[in-house]
């Protein structure tokens, strides 16, 4: 992959990790026919006369347009956007227009509840009704993730939440907070994890448990891909704007590549076992042809041992021109078993041994009657009209916490433990609730402009 030039945007993300984004506007499917939810009764939950789960989307990227597509195709003509709020309006322009076309008047998101700013997402929260249906769709990026949460389940409204969760453990013991608040409340709170809603892996999983596959011996799982690259900070862009708009290099921002792209994988090893990993350690490095200005790492290798012994081998690779693999495998005393495939696909299947190999092939998960991105904000959705019990956050911070555990014992260049990274309250930044436009960024260039790059046995995270 070429460096992009001064001046050019860089790519922020993998082909492979665009394609798995929510793309909205080519997902198919009839919208009001054939929702999950029909025949539901719905309780007194919402405001008289009207059943309307309404919408607030705070964070307009591909991501988050995508996930309002989700819960529209999943809801039907009874869900609708009605706020908007993001740091930048050219985000907000580009996200209105495209839902807009796509969904017409079930984006029902005038100027006045578009939202500009730093405080945009308050405003945006309180377009919803607290005590109804409502969701604020939380699609920002990682470093904000726990003063959004916070704030809406203060003003009482139901949640969905992508991932990264947060970029350090100080943010993600705020997430806890909240999530236990919001149980108290009754709020539901959904979390981007959506492999977890997988009906092929949710038969996996049945089968692991019943021992199908012998006791669990070894998970392995992969995410190798061209990669993304950092170029030079635009003059006419101040720093702060720059490291938000590219999240992904900056560890503060946006958790860094590894965790933006590896904790669904990280989440799969954990559920296939059913455990936490007690701790982790690894290696990781960068090419001596990269020229990146980020904070990225270009390989990540990760041993996690969980309490009895079994290993979970995470392996990430961002670099062009090698071999690429996106997978998760798991290997039983009994049989080896495929979990998932190349972006997420539902690639489920158990084989007679250890040789992954067509003929071998003894059993194939059924075919999904949709994708893991709809099947979330069908269970979510359904949940709501049910007013049943659902809050994700435990789990989802819990995923954070392995990852993380990953990537500072990669980085950090030691073991790490799980008692560790979960009684840590480091913080990139501690004043992430107060940055402003004309804040200074949270981390600074050198004199080549480039990023600070965690060197082992020196830098700290936890």
């Not at 919001?182 to 979390?191: C, G, M, S, T």
């Not at 690894?282 to 041992?305: A, F, H, K, W």
Request: proline letters at 6%.
């Amino acid at each position: 992959m070429p460096r992009p030039r001064p001046g050019n945007r860089s790519r922020e993300l993998s082909s492979a990790e665009k394609s798995s984004r929510r793309r909205f506007l080519k997902q198919g499917g009839a919208l009001a026919a054939g929702t999950a939810l029909a025949g539901v009764a719905i309780p007194a939950v919402h405001a008289a006369g009207d059943d309307t789960i309404r919408l607030a989307l705070i964070g307009t990227g591909g991501r988050g347009s995508g996930a309002v597509g989700n819960a529209i195709a999943a809801g039907g003509p009874a869900v609708k956007l009605v706020a908007m709020a993001d740091l930048f309006p050219d985000r907000i322009k580009r996200s209105y227009r495209a839902l807009k076309q796509r969904f017409g008047d079930q984006i029902d998101v005038p100027p006045e509840r578009r939202f500009v700013g730093f405080d945009a997402y308050r405003h945006a929260i309180d377009c919803l009704r607290p005590g109804t249906g409502d969701v604020a769709l939380l699609t920002a990026y990682s470093y904000i993730r726990p003063t959004h949460l916070e704030y809406a389940v203060v003003r009482g409204v139901n949640v969905f939440m992508e991932k990264p969760f947060a970029p350090d453990p100080g943010g993600l013991h705020r997430m806890l907070r909240a999530g236990k608040e919001a149980q108290r409340k009754n709020l539901k709170i959904a979390a981007g994890l959506m492999c977890r809603h997988s009906v092929a892996r949710q038969a996996l999983v049945d089968k692991v448990r019943s021992g199908e596959l012998g006791d669990l011996l070894l998970i392995r799982a992969y995410r190798m891909e061209g990669g993304a690259r950092l170029g030079p900070r635009p003059p006419k862009i101040d720093e702060l704007t720059w490291q938000i708009r590219r999240r992904v290099f900056f560890h503060w921002a946006g958790s860094g590549l590894f965790i933006e792209l590896l904790i669904h994988q990280i989440d799969e090893c954990c559920w296939l076992k059913n455990a936490w990993p007690v701790q982790a350690h690894g290696i990781g490095g960068r090419s001596p042809q990269n020229r990146s200005y980020g904070q990225n790492l270009d390989t990540y290798t990760i041993e996690y041992t969980f309490a009895d012994g079994t290993k979970a081998l995470v392996f990430s690779r961002n670099m062009p021109g090698c071999h690429n693999h996106f997978a998760t495998y798991v290997h039983g005393t009994r049989k080896a078993a495929q979990f998932s495939g190349n972006v997420h696909a539902p690639t489920t299947r158990i084989y007679k041994g250890q040789q992954f190999e067509k003929d071998a092939i003894q059993w194939r998960a059924p075919k999904e009657p949709y994708s893991p991105w709809e099947a979330e904000w069908r269970v979510l959705l359904e949940k709501i009209r049910r007013d049943q019990p659902h809050n994700e956050t435990q789990r989802a911070v819990y995923a954070d916490f392995a990852s993380i555990m990953g990537r500072a014992a990669v980085h950090m260049g030691r073991v790490v433990t799980w008692e560790e990274v979960t009684s840590s309250r480091f913080q990139f930044c501690p004043e992430v609730d107060k940055l402003d436009f004309g804040s200074p960024a949270p981390v600074q260039a050198d004199a080549q402009g480039r990023y600070p790059v965690p060197v082992p046995g020196q830098w700290n995270e936890l």
